[in-house]
């Protein structure tokens, strides 16, 4: 099991420890009711709505988006940074236990 | 009608134009239907939730309420507001076609609610995922590139006939692994399909739609049965040999009824409203030469032509309005809609949104929140197929602007008419001349 900590977009702190390898860190938020994972496309790297910000100190061990998720996340440049990835995309392996990461809000509207 | 100054929340005084197509107006008109936007503005402005006595629906025409609605399926139910407004007047009668000569009704089992539709849903979203489609996109440019070459010398063209529906089909047929030879009958079938949910059938036509819908479900259930025996590798195959492991680790499979209904949706919502998108980018190229000479700047650019058909997308929404219903009494939009209200969501008008999308017709490709558009929903219910929807028209529109120049419209703008139905917005016929690039 890995650890991860979710900040959602109110700012709560969500600990969770019962992250497994493979999963994708949308699968973890999901399971756990994370606010603001929602996952409309289930996972396809198609709409953006399971976006999150990675903390700087562990940009290096998740790494960057591919070409599709860049793209997608250009889709939502109004709540994107630096370190956006779409969660979907992120797979959970014990390099990452301990992993931080804040919820990105659903939009500025 | 003119826009407001004021904010939404102070209300402008209602100017006699839309104060009548409120009282007066309903997406059953064609006239309003054709060019339904001072009827979605009036609506935006002054009854964001508005009774449609005409349709019997509820239209919502505001960004964040169709937000709302997509964010809670099971107080506003795909299943009933689907059901209900399928064949709606003689729903009894086209059942029963379909069960005596259509090989059996078969609901849609993708316009269902949680937690059915979760299940299936999990099933049909491996083969749409944004990195699988990428992998298509070789193949396509090939299917595309042939198409616009046949007809790039000619000089002149129907749009919507000699390009966007025959391209499209072909593709679908190539997916779902279906004969080329029956391509002549997938846009009638799709029309028939689509005519269910429109609203704007009298029984005539519903009979010989049903008729339509029969010829088109024999045909697939005799595909399904060859598949069945000797898969192969398409998404026919898929589906009839689909096996999805739940949580609690038993294996499904799909019924025969779920098979059907899922294989005929994927058929017609690939078909219908990606054929409408390229009838709009035609229209837009064609109309605005501002935008076509965009299209030529961006076209060796991958993440501006993404945002061009982004924002073609947002712009002229292929689909018009979905519905749902409400399972329980609910406040909306300053409304209290009682239990089983019909309820139609107006994509475009929440596209149209001025404060959600600044300048909400000007065709921009470099807004921020470019992606926040709802053609193709929200939730759960957001299209399984919006990878493949936008590779197809981000292929198309580079393929056509590399090949094809001064696209311009041969008959007059007022002259363009619309299929006549609530659930999409598309232009029938778009004769065009051009010349080769």
């Keep these: 099991m890995v650890k991860v900590t979710f900040v959602e977009p109110n700012g709560t702190e969500r600990h969770v420890s019962n992250a497994e390898e493979g999963q994708s860190l949308m699968e973890v938020g999901k399971a756990n009711g994370i606010d603001g994972i929602l996952a409309d496309c289930g996972g396809a790297c198609s709409c953006a709505t399971c976006h999150v910000f990675v903390d700087p100190q562990w940009w290096e061990r998740v790494g960057p988006p591919d070409e599709v998720e860049f793209a997608m996340l250009d889709m939502v440049a109004d709540v994107a940074q630096d370190m956006s990835r779409l969660s979907c995309q992120v797979k959970i392996n014990a390099q990452l236990d301990g992993l931080r990461v804040t919820v990105a809000p659903a939009s500025d509207f | ?437």
């Design chain 2, 1 to 437: 009608m003119t826009s407001c100054p004021m904010s939404q929340e102070a209300k402008c005084p209602m100017s006699q134009e839309d104060q009548a197509l409120l009282e007066s107006g309903s997406m059953t008109d064609p006239i309003i239907s054709a060019r339904p936007r001072p009827y979605y503005a009036a609506m935006r402005e002054h009854d964001p939730v508005h009774w449609d006595e005409k349709l019997g629906m509820y239209l919502i025409s505001r960004y964040q309420d169709i937000l709302t609605i997509q964010q809670d399926p099971i107080t506003f139910s795909v299943n009933k507001g689907y059901h209900t407004q399928q064949a709606k007047g003689f729903q009894e009668e086209f059942q029963d076609i379909l069960k005596r000569d259509g090989g059996g009704y078969f609901p849609d089992a993708i316009m269902s609610d949680p937690p059915y539709h979760t299940r299936i849903r999990k099933l049909m979203e491996n083969a749409f995922t944004a990195h699988r489609v990428k992998e298509l996109e070789p193949r396509i440019t090939k299917v595309v590139a042939d198409l616009i070459d046949s007809i790039a010398d000619t000089g002149a063209a129907d749009a919507i006939h000699d390009f966007s529906v025959p391209l499209t089909i072909r593709i679908i047929c190539e997916q779902l692994g279906l004969d080329w030879d029956i391509k002549d009958r997938i846009q009638r079938w799709s029309i028939a399909v689509t005519a269910q949910i429109g609203r704007m059938q009298d029984r005539e036509q519903m009979v010989a739609h049903a008729r339509e819908i029969c010829e088109l479900q024999q045909y697939l259930i005799g595909k399904m049965k060859e598949r069945k025996d000797d898969p192969r590798e398409d998404m026919i195959s898929d589906l009839v040999h689909a096996k999805i492991q739940t949580d609690d680790g038993t294996v499904e499979t799909l019924t025969f009824e779920e098979a059907v209904s899922l294989v005929r949706a994927l058929l017609i919502a690939g078909n219908e409203t990606t054929a409408t998108a390229l009838g709009n980018l035609f229209y837009i190229l064609a109309t605005q030469p501002e935008i076509a000479q965009l299209l030529k700047d961006s076209v060796d650019d991958d993440r501006l032509l993404n945002r061009f058909v982004e924002e073609l997308l947002r712009i002229e929404p292929p689909v018009r309005g979905l519905s749902r219903m409400t399972t329980r009494e609910v406040e909306l939009g300053g409304k209290t809609l009682p239990a089983g209200a019909h309820l139609l969501l107006m994509y475009a008008s929440a596209n149209d949104q001025a404060d959600v999308f600044p300048e909400p017709r000007s065709f921009d490709i470099n807004r921020p929140n470019i992606g926040r558009h709802v053609s193709f929903g929200g939730g759960v219910h957001r299209c399984v197929g919006l990878a493949l929807a936008r590779m197809e028209i981000k292929v198309a529109a580079r393929e056509i602007v590399r090949r094809m120049d001064n696209i311009r419209l041969a008959i007059p703008v007022e002259d363009i008419t619309y299929l006549p139905t609530v659930a999409t917005q598309s232009i029938e016929r778009l004769p065009i001349t051009f010349t080769r690039r």
